[in-house]
């Protein structure tokens, strides 16, 4: 079974974090959401819109090993907590540098940028980062996938983004099986 890291900072965009966590655990996909927060295991990470959610586990210690992808939820609160937080470079650098998929959404591709992994790259973003990723090839796609690079624009896109992933650690078969119970349009 693919195994999925979400670290999830103050100020996440929800339905960027809860829609693909939600459709990668309903394809079968084990996603443990790791709080930022000093004391996790003890509070909530409380996102943009106020709506509060408990992490599985506290981020630190968390490496790369034992999994297969991570995913930064975007937000503009959220993004600038995930790029003040060395431990979330540091991430980003083990898994790039044991060819791991990378996942971002929204303004998170400029979380990205601050661990050197975007020079050269074809990525999307929210138009509102845009100028922050100079270094790329950014395009107004919804969706787009640079070898182990995954990126999308925005809250709009969490599906399309959520069943590209799934395509990517699964199966195209098993993203059609999900998308029944769901009639997103893909």
Partial sequence: MPRVLMPLAPGFEEIEALAVVDILRRAGVEVVVAGTAKDTKNSLIKGKCAIKVAPDEPLEGLTAKGFDMIVLPGGKDGTDNLRGDLRIRDLLK???????????????????????????????????????????????????????LITSQGPGTALEFAFKLVEILVSKEKAEEVNQGVLARL
């Avoid at 975007?118 to 980062?129: A, D, F, K, L």
């Fill in 94 to 148: 083990d898994f790039s540098n044991q060819g791991k998929y990378i996942a971002a959404i929204c303004a998170a591709p400029t979380v990205l940028k601050d661990a050197s992994l975007t020079e050269g790259r074809t990525i999307t973003c929210h138009p509102s980062v845009i100028n922050e990723l100079i270094d790329a090839n950014v395009i107004e796609d919804r969706v787009v996938v640079d070898d182990k």
